[in-house]
């Protein structure tokens, strides 16, 4: 088992930064691809960003190209999400996720989560 624990989530206003992180600890080596993932109230899970394990592979949701960057440091076992210029509508719970295989981007197909941390984006 993987566990995983978010953390860095909180109150910003519209065009402000957060930086999110997710430790994970456990069978740490079942964790080859990390993720994240957003959910808004009434919507569905969506994919937001994701890294391989050695950190040369990024893959971002086009909606957040640009603005959020994903990384990971493999001594810590954690990897971050780094949000800039923040709009009302990244308002959502954002989950880490992990898989054992890269290039996937449905909920389905990662195995471990994280509980959550709540980002509002104040207009």
């Known amino acids: 088992q993987v566990q995983l624990v978010e953390s860095g989530g909180g109150l910003v206003q519209a065009g402000g930064s957060l930086r999110l992180s997710c430790a994970a600890s456990g069978r740490t080596y079942s964790a080859v691809v990390r993720a994240w993932f957003r959910q808004a109230p009434g919507k569905e899970r969506e994919f937001v960003a994701a890294?391989?394990?050695?950190?040369?592979?990024?893959s971002y949701a086009d909606s957040m190209k640009g603005r959020f960057t994903i990384s990971r440091d493999n001594a810590k076992n954690t990897i971050y999400l780094q949000m800039n210029s923040l709009k009302p509508e990244d308002t959502a719970v954002y989950y880490c996720?992990?898989?054992?295989?890269?290039?996937?981007?449905?909920?389905?197909?990662?195995?471990?989560w994280g509980q959550g941390t709540q980002v509002t984006v104040s207009s």
């Open positions: 996720a992990a898989s054992d295989t890269w290039g996937q981007r449905k909920p389905d197909d990662y195995d471990y």
């Open positions: 890294i391989s394990r050695n950190g040369i592979l990024t």
